[in-house]
């Protein structure tokens, strides 16, 4: 005889609910279920037993969702044994039930159901149950009850489908209308309304199938009716979702022949691996569908990152011709990022050549794809220029130019004629003007600059920066009348000023204005009061305002000590970062207006001992410090610059900071530059270049084109004067042999990668270099030493291999030619 298990004890049994109850309230019901039937084994308690069939219940729902029917069905009938009827959830058991093809079991589960529930309790299984007997399993109506009214409209939808296989839409519609808005076969009607609305109305075909609901048995139907209504991309797309059997139903119902059912089932079954191969094969091999030009167009876009397709493209569609076949050897390049400026060049030379004018946009596009590839500034200033000569519209290339001239103060003279061309071109553009206003600022036409404003306000009457400049011309005018006496026309000016109401801070400006005035011509203790005052309002340190008083008394030829000694000392103060961003913002102002850097000069040194302070005690970002370097470099106050230089390159190891290091050290000017800063500069400027710090490398390529005027240096010299007249009448010279193809804009790039690898490449190194490619390396050299032009060429071959430039000459051609020792192989570089 089996003895009875040990009852827990209390405080043992307590512990145990805690943890099963602990594990349902984390959703672990597994574990739930384990300590549930522990503790049933102890005793009967109604409690655990309901919250054990909870957890039965949860836990089938789970497997249902992951398609785990059979192990769904075990575990409701578990829920079941510890629950009471009425039990929930059935309708689900009798779905699973269903889906796990047990007939016997489905039939005797089906017998059960009421008319009720069939009815109104179950509306989500009669919907699967209606769909099922219509279409695999007419067999469940005779277990069903046949008092429900699902019965009645069972009976009603058969009417429907036989009016329908009659071909009878009128006897759909009056059957359709028999259905009750509740019934069990709602989302039926809906399905059957779209397809009586094909293909005459795709557009109301869609709106009702969208109506019926993504959980309803009929909803995979409708997905399938729904891309029976598309066309195109989203037509493949949809059918894409599809299994083969789904494919070929949408395909029977749109009337798809065969050649576009393979086509739709090719791109279905690659839909996740369309390579750029598989897309051109299957456009060349299915071209009538879409048309031979789309097709053929298709394809040509393709070639750029599928080249090997060239040759099937040209059997298929037929031959590429020249500008095209370069246009595709450029784009190769440029996806092996190599220099795929010789074949662009080649497109535009054809271009040029047929004469049509609608080949010069072409051209200047070219031509700006260049400028966009090249990293050089100067040379890509030049494409943009080149460009204009084509497309002479294109305001953005005349900005580029403008901004590359505007770089340096060397360029200054050819930023005032672009300036001039553009302004032509473009006279009434906001952008354009505003940079002619700035210019006529600088040069101190304050007639030109206020002439420009009124036309920016003509344009945009609410244009802050016009009406600054002529707040500006005003007060630039109302000091020159002080300086030269003039007094009775000063009033107008200032009067005019105060018209255009710009604001307190110009209120203040005018106020610092009639100060002066009032010192120069009416009152002196009166006017430094004014002054003082206005001073004080503008400034919040004492270092601003020395040196806008400075400023303005040399402006107005008044006396500078005069005006500093009413203001508070200024000599121990550190600068905030703020108070440094305005005084650099008051030398960029009178930096235009001053008309002489000696005053501005003269006017900082009233202030020198506090800011060097600041520049050593105070702790400025950046990008600050950069700003006033910049303005100290407009002004040329080598001093301050080397100042902050100094300060700033201690922080900072960057490419512009070493070229501020050695351009203050040499006072800008590149004859006094050393070899060794040179090489340094060359170093920041690859640097730079690798940085995408375009600003610095322009800086420096302009100091060390100065730098190599003054310093004309002995080398290999350039390529054009490498290659010397022919010495026999009649004989080819064999850089014509070899590089003659070259076009110049090539050979300009050669030559310059030449020069620099001149200065780091022997012959005696270029021969280790070239070790196993060539035969016997003393015979090389040999060569060599014999005929110089023989060292020359092997150098512009590795110099368009460094460049990545495909020139179609080898090192085997450049040894045949010279009639040298060589053995076939690759060249290195």
Not at 143 to 148: C, G
Not at 370 to 387: F, G, T, V
Not at 730 to 747: C, N, Q, S, T, V
Request: aromatic share 8%; proline share 5%.
């Amino acid at each position: 005889m089996k003895k009875n298990p040990m009852p827990v004890s209390g405080s043992a049994g307590n512990n145990l609910e805690n943890q099963a109850r602990s594990q349902l309230d984390a959703g672990k019901y597994k574990e739930a279920i384990e300590l549930y039937k522990k503790l049933l084994k102890d005793a009967d308690n109604s409690d655990w037993r309901q919250q054990l069939a909870y957890c039965y219940l949860q836990r089938a729902s789970a497997f249902a969702a992951r398609g785990m029917y059979k192990e769904a069905l075990g575990l409701w009938e578990n829920y079941s044994q510890q629950a009471q009827p009425p039990y929930e959830k059935y309708d689900h058991y009798l779905a699973w039930l269903i889906q796990t093809g047990n007939p016997a079991k489905i039939q005797s589960a089906l017998q059960q159901l009421s008319a009720r529930q069939l009815d109104k309790d179950y509306p989500g299984l009669a919907a699967l149950l209606g769909l099922l007997i219509i279409t695999r399993h007419p067999e469940f109506q005779q277990a069903l009850p046949q008092d429900a009214d699902f019965m009645v409209h069972l009976g009603i939808v058969r009417t429907v489908l036989q009016a329908y296989q009659d071909n009878n839409p009128a006897g759909v519609e009056e059957a359709l209308k028999q259905l009750p808005y509740r019934s069990a076969f709602r989302d039926f009607r809906t399905l059957l309304k779209a397809a009586l609305t094909l293909p005459a109305s795709l557009g109301e075909a869609q709106s009702l199938l969208a109506k019926i609901p993504a959980n309803s048995p009929y909803a995979q139907t409708a997905s399938l009716l729904r891309t029976c209504t598309l066309n195109g991309r989203a037509l493949i797309q949809e059918m894409a979702r599809f299994n083969h059997q789904q494919r070929r139903l949408i395909g029977d119902i749109m009337g798809l022949d065969q050649k576009q059912s393979d086509f739709i089932e090719q791109l279905s079954r690659h839909k996740d691996r369309l390579s750029d191969k598989l897309k051109f094969n299957l456009a060349a091999q299915y071209r009538s569908l879409c048309g031979p030009e789309s097709a053929r167009r298709f394809c040509f876009a393709l070639l750029p990152r599928y080249p090997a397709g060239q040759r099937d493209f040209e059997k298929v569609f037929g031959p590429v011709d020249e500008f095209e076949h370069n246009r595709l050897k450029a784009l190769d390049c440029e996806q092996e990022n190599n220099d795929a400026e010789y074949y662009w060049r080649q497109c535009i030379r054809t271009l040029v050549r047929e004469r049509d004018p609608g080949n010069d946009l072409k051209i200047a596009l070219i031509l700006r794809h260049l400028a966009e590839q090249q990293p050089d500034p100067e040379e890509k200033n030049q494409l943009l220029i080149e460009s204009l000569q084509y497309d002479p519209d294109d305001r953005a290339s005349y900005l580029r130019i403008l901004d590359y001239y505007g770089q340096s103060p060397d360029t200054a003279e050819s930023y005032k004629q672009w300036l001039d061309d553009t302004l032509a071109r473009f006279p009434l553009d906001l952008e354009v003007l505003t940079l002619a206003v700035q210019a006529a600022m600088r040069d101190n036409a304050y007639k030109k600059a206020s002439q420009y404003a009124r036309k920016i306000l003509k344009i945009d009457p609410l244009n802050t920066f016009a009406k600054q400049t002529l707040f500006a011309c005003h007060l630039a005018r109302a000091r020159k009348l002080i300086q030269g006496k003039k007094y009775p026309a000063v009033e107008q000016e200032i009067q005019q000023a105060e018209d255009l109401k710009m604001g307190k801070s110009y209120t203040l400006q005018m106020q610092l204005m009639r100060g002066l005035f009032c010192f120069a011509a009416q009152d002196k203790p009166q006017g430094l009061q004014l002054i003082a005052e206005a001073l004080g309002k503008l400034n919040t340190d004492p270092v601003n305002m020395h040196f806008q008083a400075a400023m303005e008394a040399q402006l107005t030829n008044l006396p500078v000590a005069t005006l500093l000694r009413e203001l508070p000392p200024a000599r121990d103060y550190l600068l905030s970062g703020q108070e440094l961003a305005r005084l650099i913002e008051r030398l960029k102002q009178y930096g235009q207006c001053a008309g002489s850097l000696e005053r501005l000069h003269k006017a900082l040194d009233k202030v020198k001992a506090p800011l060097k302070k600041s520049l050593q005690q105070q702790d400025y970002d950046e990008a600050q410090l950069l700003t006033l370097c910049e303005v100290l470099d407009d002004i040329r106050h080598y001093e301050l610059l080397r100042h902050c230089v100094k300060e700033a390159q201690a922080k900072w190891q960057k490419p512009i900071w070493n070229y501020y290091l050695v351009y203050a050290g040499t006072s800008g000017c590149p004859e006094r530059c050393s070899f060794e800063q040179s090489l340094s500069l060359e170093t920041n400027r690859e640097v730079a270049r690798l940085e995408k710090d375009h600003r610095t490398m322009i800086l420096i390529d302009h100091y060390l084109a100065r730098y190599h005027e003054a310093h004309p240096s002995m080398g290999l010299g350039f390529l054009d004067s490498l290659l010397p007249p022919d010495e026999q009448p009649g004989a080819e010279d064999p850089f014509d042999r070899l590089f003659g193809h070259l076009p110049d804009e090539i050979f300009d790039k050669l030559n310059k990668k030449l020069e620099a690898l001149a200065k780091k490449t022997s012959p005696e190194r270029l021969v280790q270099e070239l070790a196993g490619v060539v035969g016997d390396d003393r015979k090389l050299m040999q060569a060599i030493m014999l005929d110089p032009d023989l060292f020359t060429a092997l150098m512009i071959v590795k110099a368009a291999g460094d460049l990545g430039i495909n020139i179609d000459v080898s090192v085997d051609d450049v040894l045949a030619c010279f009639d040298a020792d060589k053995k076939s192989g690759r060249f290195p570089f």
